[in-house]
């Protein structure tokens, strides 16, 4: 079993910076790769940014040049960063793991842009 905790969300104005966090815990040595996706109101949840065990890293086109996904296997944490953000980046933010063919989820946070 892998547990993730996301932490980071909140309320941002557009134009502002965010940097989500997700934590991961237990079975995490074969961990393959972790990414990032998010769900708006009415729409399916969508990958936004992956992280490969070999630091390759792959982003969906609105996320490109503003979105910036890292991990930190000394802490067993990933990150994106988030800037330029806009009010359609409005949703809520789930962290993922995948792991022997398995796919783990973390609760959520939610990131809201709005004026």
């Known amino acids: 079993q892998v547990q993730l905790v996301e932490s980071g969300g909140g309320l941002v104005q557009p134009g502002g910076s965010l940097r989500l966090s997700c934590v991961a815990s237990g079975s995490i040595f074969s961990i393959n790769d972790m990414g990032w996706y998010r769900q708006a109101p009415g729409k399916e949840r969508g990958l936004v940014a992956r992280?490969?065990?070999?630091?390759?890293?792959t982003y969906i086109d609105s996320a490109k040049g503003r979105f910036t996904i890292s991990r930190d296997n000394a802490k067993n944490t990933v990150y994106l960063q988030m800037n330029s953000l806009k009010p359609e980046d409005t949703a809520v933010y789930y962290c993922?793991?995948?792991?022997?063919?398995?796919?783990?989820w973390g609760q959520g946070t939610q990131v809201t842009v709005s004026s």
């Open positions: 993922n793991a995948r792991r022997d063919g398995l796919s783990y």
């Open positions: 992280i490969f065990s070999n630091y390759i890293t």
